[in-house]
């Protein structure tokens, strides 16, 4: 596979931030409260991930190692900023509600995250690419909870109502703990289909295979057959 | 006057709590609620650091940035100051209690990239808090999440010995077991004065 488009499958699938590496959680749980909430939250992030990874990785020459960690923060943050101010001029309802998760998006750990681990070592171009992979890959996850939310707790999907109007909506979807609900069941079913994989893969190679944590895998898998 | 006060301190450690509520923070409340000791040491040290760090804000937002013009520049100062400062307090508690830093460890740097610190200081401004209403606003969210912390420790440490299904091993689970907590301090919003 060419490694530009490896990156963005890396990004998107492999090393999913919000659903493989749980990064970037805060923003998730509280912005996806609307699908269409969840596509600008996961497009600014996207934007400031691939800017920031691009100075970055230009920058990588130039920065003192010792002083590395301010320096990135201080690139990130002129970057939210400048989104900031671009949101609150032309996208004014979104502006209002993503609120204070905006300038939040500084401390985002996928942004410093990517900078620490990708980006410092890292061609710009290739930088570029695995931004979007990342931001692509937190957007949908965030649009998937945003929609899943949306849907059950008010019924509309995008703002279009979908549910028939005799459906009373289960209001707690949209409210704090249907957050933690939501994402709790997308990770389940995420490792629900993992140990599905692994266990057609054991009974396949068996339980001889050479690596070291077979073992430990093989045990958990007798435990969930046992179930 | 004194109600109000005491308002801001109980709305924002438990109607509006930090972590169940508004969702900052959430990176430690769910990484390090593994051990009940170590919950309540992170939770000791942001008690500290975002009630210093609200403090200094509020000083610079109001004598400094704002006086300035410089408001578009928050985002940026607000967290320079909170880095700086988690330096200084580290420091500080090394020379004079040792005790102390040590009880704390690790999370005393960490704290630095919590998002609740730079989500007070933000609030704070946005609600336009004065001095000392952004002091008290800072050490009621710190004590909320101190309280949901220890709280989640104590429920994962039982959770620990239970017979769960396999897929909802882990992080699942613990976020299951938030979104009852947070379905609890929603009780709180009844809460008026």
Known sequence: MNKYVERLYNGLVKENPTLILMLGMCPTLAVSTRAMNGIGMGLSTTAVLILSNVVISLLRKVIPDEVRLPAYIVVVASLVTVTELLIEAYLPSLYAALGIYIPLIVVNCIILGRAEAYANKHTPGLSFMDGLGMGLGFTIALTLAGLFREVLGNGTAFGIQVLPASVEPIAIFIQPPGAFLVIAAIIAVQNAIGIKTRQRKLVEGGCSGVCATCSAQCGMNEEVSAK | ?193
């Open chain 2, 1 to 193: 006057m004194n109600t109000s006060l005491i308002m801001i301190v109980i709305g924002a450690a438990l109607i509006n709590n930090v972590v169940l509520n508004q969702f900052l923070g959430i990176c430690s409340f769910l990484g390090v609620s593994k051990q009940m000791k170590a919950s309540a040491s992170l939770g000791m040290a942001v008690v500290f650091v975002i009630t210093i760090a609200s403090a200094v804000a509020n000083l610079l937002y109001d004598y400094v940035l704002n006086p300035l013009g410089l408001d578009f520049m928050k985002t940026i100062v607000f967290i320079l100051v909170i880095a700086a400062l988690v330096q200084i307090v580290e420091m500080f508690l090394k020379k004079t209690s040792p005790a102390i830093y040590k009880a704390l460890g690790i999370y005393l740097p960490l704290i630095t990239t919590n998002c609740a610190v730079l989500g007070v200081a933000l609030t704070n401004v946005q609600n336009g808090y004065n001095f000392l209403e952004s002091i008290l606003a800072g050490f009621g969210t710190a004590v909320g999440y101190t309280l949901a912390i220890v709280l989640l420790a104590g429920i994962r440490s039982r959770i620990h010995e239970e017979d769960i299904p396999a897929p909802l091993r882990g992080a699942p689970i613990v976020m299951i077991s938030a979104a009852l907590m947070s379905i609890a301090f929603m009780g709180f919003s009844g809460l008026s004065f």
